[in-house]
């Protein structure tokens, strides 16, 4: 089975500095999907970036990083210029690239990101 | 087509009652998912479907818990004989299965359940 591991409950960080949050992941799979999702106070999650686990570019969108070590099973997100918008809960997920099986979640990191 | 949906968004129920969530997802997505999530917590796996055939439920979902997909389009879970403990956000999700292999996943608002 998949477990997903992110080691920071919560996190803060000052308007227009860069934050890093952390995400391990378990798998004997080659072949599967990483992404961030975003969850605001009471509103829908959204997601923020992908990665295939095939490619060794490492996503970006926007403002929005990752670092994708393979070997090391670790999935990192860096957010840059972070705005006051960024604050949310980030979840890490998984999910395997072929065969039925759904995505798994990480429990979150809670960011604040202070004016 | 704007996204997933879910209704009710909230709903309020005396312990023992019986509810019933109803998720629409993107139109051509053939997948389907069902999650919980409670305060401060990652979303957890309840049970997804692939078109109309459910193919997987977790040890999360007790017999009380029952989930539908007739036709492939529009979900629903019904929860029965409520209890406490079942007060939780529950998601839904929807994603397209192509050839290639998978892709992300696109939530509803949820419907937020508090059984008293």
């Known amino acids: 089975a998949q477990t997903v591991t992110q080691s920071q409950p919560e996190m803060s960080v000052q308007e227009a500095e860069t934050v890093t949050l952390s995400c391990t992941y378990d798998?004997?799979?080659?072949?599967?999907?990483l992404f961030w999702y975003k969850q605001p106070p009471s509103r829908q999650m959204i997601l923020v970036i992908r990665?295939?686990?095939?490619?060794?570019q490492n996503a970006t969108e926007n403002r929005f990083s990752v670092n994708f070590q393979k070997a090391a099973k670790s999935f990192s997100l860096k957010i840059s210029d972070s705005q006051l918008g960024d604050t949310a809960m980030y979840f890490c997920a998984f999910m395997k690239q072929w065969g039925n099986t759904p995505l798994v979640f990480g429990k979150g990191t809670r960011l604040s990101v202070i004016a | 087509d704007t996204g997933v949906s879910q209704d009710p968004r909230h709903k309020i129920t005396k312990r023992g009652q019986n509810v019933t969530f109803r998720c629409d997802p993107i139109s051509e997505h053939n997948r389907l998912y069902w999650y919980r999530q409670t305060l401060g917590q990652g979303p957890e796996f309840l049970t997804y479907?692939?078109?109309?055939?459910?193919?997987?439920k977790s040890r999360l979902l007790s017999d009380r818990f029952s989930a539908e997909r007739p036709k492939g389009s529009f979900s629903t879970l019904e929860i029965q004989r409520t209890e406490q403990g079942d007060s939780a956000m529950y998601l839904c999700?929807?994603?397209?299965?192509?050839?290639?292999?998978?892709?992300?996943?696109?939530f509803g608002q949820g419907t937020r359940l508090t059984v008293v």
């Open positions: 990665q295939e686990a095939y490619k060794q």
């Open positions: 999700a929807s994603s397209l299965e192509i050839r290639t292999g998978g892709t992300e996943a696109f």
């Open positions: 479907f692939q078109n109309e055939a459910q193919l997987e």
């Open positions: 798998t004997s799979e080659n072949n599967y999907y």
